[in-house]
């Protein structure tokens, strides 16, 4: 009976990780949907300001840190390479509440390349396939740093597009790892 509560308890904990990485792509959709949301209502109701949007991108990425800081702890064996993930979300969430007016753009762009950075070098180190979601992290950042645009309404649906696009790929991700793990 000891052998069989053993394997159950281990895999329990083998599939921990995946489960985080779904939570973390549920937030990262439910945050794109949420911005896309607020942006769109922004042209019909006019209480819905920057400061909302930028609550909400704060939220995100405060939630984010929270939900990487969990599975960086339930992976033992990797927790060095996923813990700067969740220092980088919770530095950028507390950093965008006290930057100066126009700047969180910068803030949120600066997480998102260090997070593509950071995902980059988890997905060929331990072969997770996410190197789908550090492109597109990458590419928001390059785009909200280098953009011509200066429209804040359209680099927010960039950001929108942004959660929902990476939320589908990270959730995708949290899947399929769920599968190969519950084979073991």
Do not use: C, N
Not at 4 to 26: D, F
Not at 99 to 117: I, K, M, N, Q, Y
Not at 128 to 141: D, E, V
Not at 163 to 172: E, F, K, Y
Request: aromatic share 6%; proline share 3%.
């Amino acid at each position: 009976m000891k052998t069989l509560a053993a394997t159950t308890t281990a895999a329990g904990t083998a599939l921990r990780p995946a489960r985080m990485l779904a939570l973390r792509g549920a937030l990262l959709l439910a945050f794109g949907l949420v911005e896309g949301a607020l942006i769109l209502a922004a042209f019909r109701l006019p209480h819905v300001t920057v400061s909302v949007l930028v609550l909400v991108m704060s939220g995100f990425l405060v939630l984010d840190a929270i939900a990487a800081a969990l599975q960086a702890s339930h992976a033992r064996e990797l927790w060095l390479e996923r813990a700067p993930q969740a220092l980088a979300s919770l530095a950028a969430g507390l950093l965008m509440l006290v930057v100066p007016h126009g700047r969180w753009l910068a803030v949120f762009a600066g997480w998102a390349l260090v997070s593509g950075v950071l995902d980059a070098i988890e997905s060929l180190s331990s072969g997770s396939g996410r190197l789908l979601l550090s492109g597109l992290s990458l590419a928001l950042g390059l785009l909200l740093l280098l953009s011509p645009i200066r429209d804040s309404a359209l680099l927010l649906l960039a950001v929108a597009a942004y959660g929902v696009a990476g939320g589908i790929v990270r959730l995708r991700a949290g899947r399929s790892a769920f599968r190969q793990r519950a084979r073991f």
